[in-house]
């Protein structure tokens, strides 16, 4: 069965790191790009950073620089390291893989995660 599973996720206060990590099985990770998006309650899910199988990666204009995205292919794992985390950084995210390229649109995204819940407080 296809899976991704996100974890590392929690409670920090703003201007803290935090580093969120996506394992996949179940399909060929080395021919996926892999995608983070993170959703707050009643809003719709919003691009953050994508990485293509040969380490490309995209990042939302608000967060470039302050987010960065990595992959292990041998361990099919990718990460999402937070930094200067910001209250409105506040929601769950989630990690998603497409065959082909990176793109910035949910929908274009064939597999998902469950998500993992970043709380910032101030």
């Known amino acids: 069965q296809v899976q991704l599973v996100e974890s590392g996720g929690g409670l920090v206060q703003a201007g803290d790191s935090l580093r969120l990590s996506c394992a996949a099985s179940g399909f060929i990770f080395t021919y996926y790009a892999v995608g983070w998006f993170r959703q707050a309650p009643g809003k719709e899910r919003e691009f953050v950073a994508a990485?293509?199988?040969?380490?490309?990666?995209y990042y939302a204009d608000s967060l470039r620089g302050r987010f960065t995205i990595s992959r292990d292919n041998a361990k099919k794992t990718v990460s999402l390291q937070m930094n200067s985390l910001k209250v409105e950084d506040t929601d769950v995210y989630y990690c998603?893989?497409?065959?082909?390229?990176?793109?910035?649109?949910?929908?274009?995204?064939?597999?998902w995660g469950q998500g993992t819940r970043v709380t910032v407080s101030s």
């Open positions: 990485i293509g199988s040969s380490g490309d990666t």
């Open positions: 998603a893989a497409r065959a082909g390229s990176i793109w910035t649109v949910s929908r274009q995204y064939d597999y």
